[in-house]
């Protein structure tokens, strides 16, 4: 799990964003397969992150995995697509608000954690690897060598 609170009771903002991982056919033109990816990582020096493959690129899906992933208490910063909408409004299985805030912000400004993660599994996973069987493990081994 990601995010929280601070010991000063500030919260941790956890970047949020989502990347389809594909390959594109004879080097170019538009994706003709691919993996949707979400993912978060903590804007703290440890850099703590969480990524997971997802069948559908919905609200319900992205919520779920927030509440999955996230702990209560986050500041949660994404960009303006319309799933993310109602994050802060969140509840747990048992009726308790979850108590995330919500920010959405510039991608090009203030998303450098969550980019430069995309990059980085981006250049460790070849292509030809991008496929929904294989991914969920490449993946896996990207977060145990970010972790070293």
């Known amino acids: 799990m990601v995010g929280g609170v601070n010991d000063d009771g500030t919260p941790i903002i956890v970047e949020v964003d989502e990347s389809l991982f594909g390959k594109m056919k004879y080097g170019r033109g538009h994706s003709v397969q691919g993996v949707w990816v979400v993912g978060g ?81 981006k250049r460790v996973v070849c292509a030809r690897h991008r496929t929904g069987s294989t991914m969920p493990w490449r993946l896996l081994e990207f977060i145990w060598g970010a972790q070293k």
Not at 52 to 62: E, G, H, I, S
Not at 80 to 99: C, V
């Open 41 to 121: 990582v903590e804007r703290t020096p440890e850099r703590k992150l969480f990524v997971a493959t997802v069948p559908y690129r919905n609200k319900d899906t992205l919520h779920t995995l927030l509440t999955t992933y996230i702990n209560p208490g986050t500041q949660i910063h994404t960009d303006r697509w319309r799933a993310y909408n109602g994050i802060d409004k969140t509840w747990d299985e048992d009726g308790n608000p979850l108590g995330y805030t919500h920010k959405k912000v510039d991608h090009s400004k203030e998303f450098k954690a969550a980019d430069g993660t995309w990059s980085g599994i």
